[in-house]
């Protein structure tokens, strides 16, 4: 909060920097009232507790969490494809048009809003469902016993026995992917008319294969989330906003004291990974297969104007929403916290961005370079602790997937 002292916080970053992906940052300036907002108390909103990776809590009063992840790139996917699958050929969502006939943004974005209701709903059953049969074949008696609420009320945290129960359904994957798609058609497609739509579609079926030129247009010519150009970031936004009203529609059955017992949550864990092998060719560039962006964070790779103007297009995402977590991650070379100085400019950078609504950051202090080695030569380097997303690990023990993810993440050179 803005009232810890700049010697702590200059401690605290340099824990960050000698031991590397250890800790997050958390500001209780937005979770204190996000967390009132749902129906918590002040006073008990004030001793919250982060559990997961960063999911708030009501510290001994709250049952457990069942995840339902979105994958706002697939939809988006299917939005511009009429609904079927462009990897597989399936019709996965309802049929919303032909897109080699849309012909503005608003188009776009109303077969994008038609495929999250359809995602939403029956993420909402699956969800739902999930909590219901759990309470029947799995109850947890002796940890129900540890929470209040269950044994005054004779009922199991898993049916609902705890004084609050919230259920995190629209857990975000590709966020920022769908904001640089939609930037990329409303620019080149729809207002300087340099791609045209059929064709944009048409290659987009083909992985870009032999349309080299036409990928790089779109990565290089068209603005991308996390560079503070509210172009992109305004569509982005626009895109995670229609994606919280959509969960916002459904409840818990198991009930509960608060005003929406389902939260949104803005992480990922590393589902984005695993959702890009199912993700086909998007308009932002980014080939089929690959990783999705990671929770709110920037696509790898993209925000190349510095940390301060990524962090200002991720404070204009509204984290107050997100009382299930969100993550954001960030990657230094270790030369840019060698120095005293250093360390007072990243205080100052993480107190500016939780002023303007941040609500969580950590910190990988290391370098690409340091991270290909330890791919090719692990042996040296079993110690290596990275913070991949809401956990640290050792580099060594991740999939090659989720190392390859690690090393394409822009690395900052400063802090500023």
Known sequence: ????????????????????????????????????????????????????????????????????????????????????????????????????????????????????????????????????????????????????????????MTAGGTDYYWTSLIAI?????????????????????????????ETLDKNFEGHESMRQMLINKAPKFGNDTDYVDDLTVKAVDMAYKESQKYSDPRGGKLSSSIWPAYLTVTAHVQFGQSVGALPDGRLAGEPLNDGISPSQGMDVMGPTAAMNSVTKINQFESTGGMIYNMKFSPDALSGEEDLKRLTDLIKAY?????????????????????????????????????????FVELSTAVQDDLIKRTQ?????
Do not use: W
């Open 354 to 394: 939780f002023a303007k609504g941040g609500g969580q950051v950590q910190f990988n202090i290391t370098s690409s370079k340091t991270l290909k080695t330890a791919q090719k030569v692990p042996e040296k380097h079993k110690n290596l602790m990275v913070r991949v997303v809401g956990y640290a690990a050792l």
């Open 173 to 201: 994957a590709g966020m920022s992917n769908v904001g640089d798609s939609l930037a990329a058609i409303k620019k080149l497609v729809f207002e300087e008319k340099k791609i045209g739509m059929p064709a944009l579609i």
């Open 412 to 416: 900052y050179t400063h802090c500023g």
């Open 1 to 156: 909060h803005k009232n810890i002292p700049d010697e702590f916080m200059i401690e605290a970053c340099r824990v960050v920097r000698e031991k590397n992906a250890i800790p997050q940052f958390l500001n209780d300036e937005l979770f204190v009232p996000s967390m009132v907002s749902r129906g918590v108390p002040l006073e008990e909103a004030r001793c919250y507790a982060c559990v997961g990776c960063d999911e708030m809590c009501v510290a001994g009063k709250t049952g457990g969490a069942m995840f339902v992840y979105i994958s706002m790139a697939k939809v988006f996917e299917l939005a511009i494809n009429n609904g079927r699958c462009r990897l597989c050929g399936t019709q996965m969502g309802p049929e919303t048009g032909d897109p080699a006939g849309f012909t503005s943004i608003e188009d776009i974005l109303a077969a994008f809003q038609k495929q999250l209701v359809h995602f939403n709903h029956h993420a909402a059953v699956c969800l739902n469902t999930e909590a219901l049969v759990h309470s029947k074949v799995m109850p947890v008696p002796f940890l129900s016993s540890t929470l209040e609420g269950c044994v005054e009320r004779s009922i199991d």
